[in-house]
Nanobody, 121 residues
Framework: QVQLVESGGGSVQAGGSLRLSCAASGYNYITAWFRQAPGKEREGVAAITRNGRTTYSDSAKGRFAISQDNAQSALYLQMTSLKPEDTAMYYC??????????????????WGQGTQVTVSS
């Protein structure tokens, strides 16, 4: 059984940084970060496969970095140059198979409970 538990969210001013963590158990081929702001659809932020292949959304490129530990038991999202529009609930998700395209939310089978990120201007 796969379990995902996020941590590291919080409140930060625009231009600041946060590092999200996701403790993962069980087998995962691909893990990813998604986010959902009030009144908006869930959107993919970044994904990483077991062999380290990464994918970023256009809004995350150049500002966010996804990484994992060698055992794929922890997933991270380093967020820099945060903007108010990054405010959302951030979710960790995983799948035991390849997902194509990597940020297609409905292809992920396992989800964490989410961690809130709030960026003030």
């Amino acid at each position: 059984q796969v379990q995902l538990v996020e941590s590291g969210g919080g409140s930060v001013q625009a231009g600041g940084s946060l590092r999200l963590s996701c403790a993962a158990s069980g087998y995962n081929y691909i893990t990813a970060w998604f986010r959902q702001a009030p009144g908006k659809e869930r959107e993919g932020v970044a994904a990483i496969t077991r062999n380290g292949r990464t994918t970023y959304s256009d809004s995350a490129k150049g500002r966010f970095a996804i990484s994992q530990d060698n055992a794929q038991s922890a997933l991270y999202l380093q967020m820099t140059s945060l903007k108010p529009e990054d405010t959302a609930m951030y979710y960790c998700a995983s799948a035991p198979h390849n997902v194509d395209p990597p940020l297609r939310a409905n292809e992920y089978q396992y989800w964490g409970q989410g961690t809130q990120v709030t960026v003030s201007s």
